[in-house]
């Protein structure tokens, strides 16, 4: 690919306006005042898109106050006739661009709202602005608009595809109840099991960066976006773990415990949110040694199960390894694109 990208891009005519309409509805920009509120319609749309996973307050806070966001140029709110928020969008354009530049498209439409249109305008607004940014990216690389469904909310998907989306990845959630035994995994000689902490986050950051690099999607993250994972109040370094050859990061497990998800699913469990090898260690038991190291902190921390997801066509056989370890999967989620 050699044409660059904003001559590929169709630019939209008129602008990433916000969107108007339906009656009674108004649209403005979003500030980080608004997290209360948006945090407050992502719980009521999330009981029916996605009753397997709950955004935290926090997490909803750090989405709205990162570097990356423009918040008046990346972010739409509709507002009913008594100022009540219905509807939210937001268009995340991308820190690090490596083989890829990727905008997220984020938004949801309060369940009572549904079937009046404000969600088909906030997708309009979302697609717009995300061409505006490719368009600003002179690198021959793909663009991508991308956004995630829970393949049971059939109305989200469909709206998806009837705007251009198509899909393109299944994640797999995968469960595993602590009850069960829990296997043996040793590591051999000279690698060792450390817990997660400050002085290894930069080394944990690079070394995440360089084993997702042949995933699906995947591109490096940055160290600002790294620092605002680690001081989301959900992130449990006590429950994280890195392996280390001497002091050269092998391998690492990331988890974050969230008592709503907790309470919302009916048992407490901790979620793996990365785990991951270095090309130069895969195939040594790095990863399964952190899984196993893992089941047994959560069992001991008093958490009944363990919850990840992952990509259904990784290409290191995570999905193998997980059922390896007696993960089972539970639900599944779709990532669709649009791409240039």
Not at 101 to 128: F, S, T
Not at 131 to 142: C, G, N, S, Y
Not at 304 to 322: F, I, K, M, N, R
């Amino acid at each position: 690919m050699s044409t660059p990208l904003r001559d590929r891009v169709p630019f939209p005519a008129g602008g990433a306006s916000l969107p108007t309409g339906p009656a009674g509805v108004r649209w403005r920009r979003l500030t980080a005042a608004d997290a209360p509120e948006v945090y407050e319609l992502r719980r009521r749309a999330g009981r029916v898109d996605h009753p397997n996973f709950v955004v935290s307050r926090e997490e909803i806070e750090s989405d709205l106050t990162r570097v990356e966001l423009a918040p008046d140029r990346d972010t739409a709110g509709a507002t009913d006739v008594a100022g009540r928020l219905v509807a939210y969008g937001l268009v995340v354009r991308p820190a690090e661009s490596e083989s890829l530049v990727k905008v997220l498209l984020d938004g949801h439409v309060d369940p009572d709202r549904r079937g009046e249109g404000i969600g088909r305008r906030l997708l309009d607004w979302q697609q717009a602005r995300g061409l505006e940014i490719l368009a600003e990216h002179e690198e021959p690389l793909p663009g991508w608009l991308l956004t995630q469904s829970d393949v049971g909310s059939a109305h989200v998907v469909d709206l998806l595809q009837r705007a251009g989306f198509e899909p393109r990845r299944y994640w797999l959630e995968l469960r595993r109840d602590l009850a069960e035994p829990i296997p043996e995994a040793p590591l051999e000689a000279g690698l060792r099991i450390v817990d997660y902490s400050p002085a290894v986050a930069e080394p944990v950051r690079l070394a995440k960066n360089e084993a997702f690099r042949d995933h699906w999607g995947s591109q490096p993250m940055s160290a600002d976006d790294w620092a605002a994972r680690d001081e989301l109040p959900i992130a449990r370094h006590d429950l994280s773990f890195v392996v280390l050859d001497g002091d050269e990061v092998a391998g690492f497990l990331l988890t974050t415990v969230n008592a709503e998800e907790s309470e919302q699913l009916g048992f407490p469990f901790g979620y793996v949110e990365l785990v991951g090898t270095r090309a130069a260690y895969r195939g040594r038991g790095v990863a399964r040694a952190l899984l196993v190291h893992a089941l047994a902190a959560f069992r001991e921390a008093g958490l009944e199960q363990a919850v990840l997801d992952v990509d259904s066509e990784s290409p290191t056989g995570a999905v193998g390894l997980y059922a390896s370890v007696g993960f089972r999967e539970a639900n599944r989620s779709l990532s669709l694109v649009r791409e240039w």
